[in-house]
């Protein structure tokens, strides 16, 4: 599997391995000790839990650090007048009459319930390279699609307030 990042994301998910590597682990694995020594194991919950923590912080370790070993690098840049990463899109759903605003970002900063969507999801791919005025189709499957139009489109050039969502 190989996500699309940016630059900036593979920074960011370099700064949360140092941080988890250099800050974290030594802090958990003083945890695991001093609960260890606290008697018998079987019945020692802060231990299991201490030893819990140690493992979920190694686990998000070993995930970033596949994810930037098999990130495919895209650019930030797009046309002025065409929906490209970090844009701010405002779509009209026909079908429901309604208009949002959606962040067009990379995989791993999607988050649909604060209007940031990925560029491999349906509304994504069919956003992508289009313009203000246009009407598009996003095919969410083999058998279902919906209209979309493309009111305006904000170009955004800092992506520095996106957070790489956390598993």
């Not at 900036?8 to 250099?22: G, P, T, V």
């Not at 930030?76 to 065409?82: F, G, L, Y």
């Amino acid at each position: 599997m190989y996500d699309k990042l940016t630059r900036s994301d593979m920074e960011k998910m370099q700064k949360e391995i140092d941080y988890r590597k250099l800050e974290l682990r030594p802090k958990l694995l003083e945890e695991v000790k001093e609960t260890r020594a606290h008697g018998d194991l079987s019945e020692n919950f802060e231990y299991h839990a201490a030893k819990r923590e140690k493992n979920k912080n190694e686990s998000r370790i070993r995930y970033l650090e596949r994810m930037l070993r098999t990130a495919q690098v895209i650019e930030v840049e797009s046309k002025e007048d065409e929906v490209g990463m970090n844009n701010t899109v405002e779509v009209y759903f026909e079908e429901e009459d309604i208009t949002e605003q959606y962040r067009i970002v990379t995989t791993v900063r999607g988050d649909s319930l604060n209007h940031l969507i990925s560029i491999e999801s349906p509304l994504g791919k069919a956003l992508m390279g289009h313009k203000a005025g246009e009407r598009v189709e996003v095919q969410v499957n083999d058998s279902y699609s919906y209209p979309v139009v493309i009111r305006s489109i904000v170009n955004t050039e800092d992506d520095s307030e996106d957070k790489i969502r956390s598993y």
